[in-house]
């Protein structure tokens, strides 16, 4: 079984640019995460899909970050404009359903630098 | 608040040594805790989950909600082993707190 893909794997631009990264889950996981993971610290939740529903963006920076999934499938999280502080690895996640004791699968992340 | 703490960044063992990993969380309600582990170079993966109560590669964690902790033992640490270690909560939603992760050396 394939895993979690994500593209592109690594990532430098200037600050105030923008950046879009790109995510296809596990094949039938209809609950999809994205994390951003600054170094040193654990994965934090920015956004939770349920097929093309958004769960959870409490924790999403609205005013620069928005994040789609309109089939259901593959999504995007795009930074516009983008600040120093959102150097990180952003990492995209899957899982059959969610809460319950369904496991998230992560992908192998994109590290973006913003200079 | 849910909140997961690794109190340490670092830890370094010797090969065969126990290592224990330590892990708190603060949550109102029955929580659902998990290890993840980071190998160098691979994908942050699942290690092992409290309801399981499984044994995976030596490893164990029991749940301890007197003293809202979730440690993760061995008894005898291999070269192997090392690696980042997150201890994460999940809510009903599905949703993953993690700790800020500790990264276990074992030297030979």
């Known amino acids: 079984e394939a895993g979690v893909a994500q593209s592109p794997r690594y990532k430098i631009i200037e600050k105030r640019q923008s950046v879009a990264f790109w995510c296809n889950p596990i094949?039938?996981?209809?609950?999809l995460y994205w994390y951003q993971q600054i170094l040193g610290q654990g994965p934090k939740l920015l956004i939770q899909?349920?097929?093309?529903?958004?769960?959870?963006d409490s924790q999403l920076p609205k005013d620069r970050f928005s994040a789609e999934r309109l089939k259901g499938v593959d999504s995007t999280l795009k930074i516009q404009p983008a600040k120093l502080e959102d150097s990180a690895v952003y990492l995209c996640?899957?899982?059959?359903?969610?809460?319950?004791?369904?496991?998230?699968?992560f992908g192998p992340g994109t590290r973006l630098t913003v200079l | 608040a849910q909140r997961v703490t690794q109190p340490e960044k670092l830890l370094s063992v010797f090969k065969g040594a126990p290592v224990e990993l330590k892990c708190n969380y603060s949550?109102?309600?029955?929580?659902?805790l998990f290890w993840y582990v980071q190998y160098s170079r691979q994908r942050l993966q699942l290690l092992l989950r409290h309801i399981s109560r499984e044994s995976i590669k030596g490893f164990t964690a029991d749940l301890n909600k007197g003293e809202t902790s979730f440690h993760l033992k061995k008894p005898f640490a291999q070269e192997e082993d090392s690696a980042m270690y997150y201890c994460?909560?999940?809510?009903?939603?599905?949703?993953?707190?993690f700790g800020q992760g500790t990264e276990l050396s074992v030297k030979p």
């Open positions: 094949s039938g996981h209809a609950t």
């Open positions: 899909f349920q097929n093309n529903g958004v769960v959870d």
């Open positions: 996640a899957s899982s059959l359903r969610p809460g319950g004791y369904n496991e998230q699968f």
């Open positions: 949550y109102s309600g029955s929580p659902e």
């Open positions: 994460a909560l999940q809510n009903q939603g599905g949703k993953l707190i």
